[in-house]
């Protein structure tokens, strides 16, 4: 059996930069450092290029991901380090490709979900290996992603996904912050009705399906709930799922989801909220950056999940991690190795979650909030008080897995189709594909 990432312990604690998708696809393409021909990698001035392809420069403050790259360059003179970076939705089809090509970057941040596709292709390399290879203690890491029981990935910063608010529509609705989901229908239809906003919004688009994992079942973990069975295997058509489908089916027909929300992508939903259109929304910490760029002014905070009416225990916490790993072709290995136990070093790695507003993978790194964002201090509160919840990390085609589900959701909420026999057919199919 794969497994997945599903620790109920807290994890507490330049030189290039290729923005362009278009000029990081043709660099694949052209045979990179990792192509195991054309170039390999070697300067001159006997200086080793690697290449690192990450989403995350773009999410991080100006400068903070180069300037460990900096840092890094300066300790090991030897190796030149060349960023790669793109929106999320590119870099994530960069990687496929380059999967697919036997080109991939030697160094890569990696989501959950890719990990098990990539491993079984043989495109990532086992750093179960690796570690011991250079006898790297483990031990510090907070958690690590694996597939038939060696890791492939590593989470550098964890994310939680509580729910934001806009405390201005809330205010001018007359609405207070809802705990449970019955309250949650009523403040949403308050704001709907008060104002020219939303009261929730849910990216469903199906071209890039992980809505499911952020706007759907974040509702079931929160009250203690699961689409897996025991032994991890699927579960889509149990109660639980089936009660949490219902509550969005109710959402859905009270009119209080933004339009267009079954063809929205993730950044199309924080968009909305940052824009003042929506009210409540469920999303990433990582997004705080991003919101307090592009709407200064907005006024929002976070809060935990809303859990079903009359639940009482612990909330599982949807989370999503920056993960890192390295290409099984690449040319430089040790190189590549040396700039991932740099990312995961103490020092390193809890100034980039600092940046991130994250929590770190080093497990030893407790996080300093002293000049903290406060929204990061209440966000790291919600993320204490309950469990991390990811049940598709590590899964087999988990884009796949997440898709079936989306189509099944989408034909219940535009078609009326009925809820069971919706899960019905997704457990099928889950079934066939696990």
Not at 92 to 111: N, R, Y
Not at 244 to 273: S, Y
Request: net charge negative.
């Amino acid at each position: 059996m794969n497994s997945a990432v599903r620790s109920r312990t807290t994890l507490r604690s330049r030189s290039v930069q290729t923005a362009v998708a278009a000029v990081a696809v043709g660099a694949l393409a052209a045979g990179c450092s990792s192509a195991g021909g054309e170039v390999d990698g070697g300067d001159d001035d006997g200086q080793v290029t690697i290449e690192f392809m990450q989403w995350w420069e773009p999410e991080l403050p100006d400068g903070a991901l180069a300037g460990l790259i900096e840092q890094f360059e300066e300790e090991n003179p030897d190796i030149n380090v060349e960023l790669l970076s793109g929106p999320f939705a590119s870099i994530k089809d960069q990687v496929i490709a380059g999967s697919a090509s036997g080109t991939m970057p030697d160094v890569l941040g990696l989501a959950g979900s890719w990990v098990h596709d990539f491993a079984t292709q043989g495109s990532i390399a086992n750093l179960t290996d690796v570690m011991t290879e250079y006898g790297y203690d483990d031990s510090q890491l907070g958690a690590q992603v694996r597939v038939d029981g060696s890791a492939y990935s590593i989470p550098v910063v964890n994310f939680a996904y509580p729910m934001f608010i806009n405390n201005e529509l809330m205010e001018e609705a007359g609405a207070e912050v809802p705990t449970t989901r019955s309250e949650f229908v009523q403040v949403a239809q308050q704001v709907t009705d008060a104002t020219d906003a939303s009261g929730f919004v849910a990216a469903l688009g199906l071209e890039q399906p992980n809505g499911i994992q952020i706007d759907i079942m974040p509702w079931n973990w929160a009250s203690g709930g699961t689409m897996l069975t025991d032994d991890g295997g699927p579960a889509a058509d149990n109660e639980d799922v089936h009660e949490t489908v219902a509550f969005i089916k109710e959402l859905w027909d009270a009119g209080v989801m933004a339009p267009g929300g079954l063809t929205m992508a993730e950044q199309d939903k924080v968009e909305e909220f940052t824009n003042g259109r929506v009210a409540m929304m469920v999303s990433s910490l990582a997004h705080i950056n991003l919101i307090r760029e592009n709407s200064p002014e907005l006024d929002f905070s976070v809060v935990p999940m809303p859990v079903v009416d009359g639940y009482t225990g612990e909330s599982g916490v949807r989370y999503a991690e920056w993960g890192i790993g390295m290409s099984a072709n690449t040319e430089h290995p040790e190189e590549s190795w040396k700039l991932i136990e740099f990312i995961m070093s103490e020092d390193a790695n809890g100034e980039l979650s600092g940046f991130a507003n994250g929590f770190p993978g080093n497990a030893n790194v407790t996080p300093d909030l002293t000049d903290a964002d406060p929204v990061f201090q209440d966000a790291f509160e919600i993320w204490q008080a309950g469990y991390p919840a990811s049940e598709f990390t590590g899964l087999p085609l988990a884009d796949e897995l997440m898709r079936i589900f989306d189509q099944e959701l989408q034909h219940v909420l535009a078609e009326d189709k009925p809820i069971d026999e919706a899960m019905s057919a997704v457990q099928q199919e889950w079934s066939g594909t696990f």
